[in-house]
């Protein structure tokens, strides 16, 4: 069984950072891609970057220049670093990873931004 587990999230005002962290435990091995998606009230969910394996990321355009993703693969986690924040990114974020083909979700966090 796999355990993904997310925190960091809070309430902030418009220009401030906060950090994710995502944790994936359990019958896990190997892990390949990690990231992170959102989900704002009314709206479709959103990716929002990907680290792969080998540390090559990729980012959504709306945050591209302002997150900053990371991972440290002995801990099996996954960072999301939030800087410059705006009322827009208002949402619940949740992560992924990958390992042999299968993906498995965190059941997410709510990142709250204030104007």
């Known amino acids: 069984q796999v355990q993904v587990v997310e925190s960091g999230g809070g309430l902030v005002q418009a220009g401030g950072s906060l950090r994710l962290s995502c944790v994936a435990s359990g019958s896990i091995f190997s892990i390949d891609n990690m990231g992170w998606y959102r989900q704002a009230p009314g709206k479709e969910r959103e990716w929002v970057a990907v680290?792969?394996?080998?540390?090559?990321?990729g980012y959504a355009d709306s945050v591209k220049g302002r997150f900053t993703i990371s991972r440290d693969n002995a801990k099996n986690t996954v960072y999301l670093q939030m800087n410059s924040l705006k009322p827009e990114d208002t949402a619940v974020y949740s992560c992924y990873t990958v390992s042999h083909g299968v993906d498995y979700w965190g059941q997410g966090t709510q990142v709250t931004v204030s104007s």
């Open positions: 680290i792969t394996s080998g540390g090559s990321t």
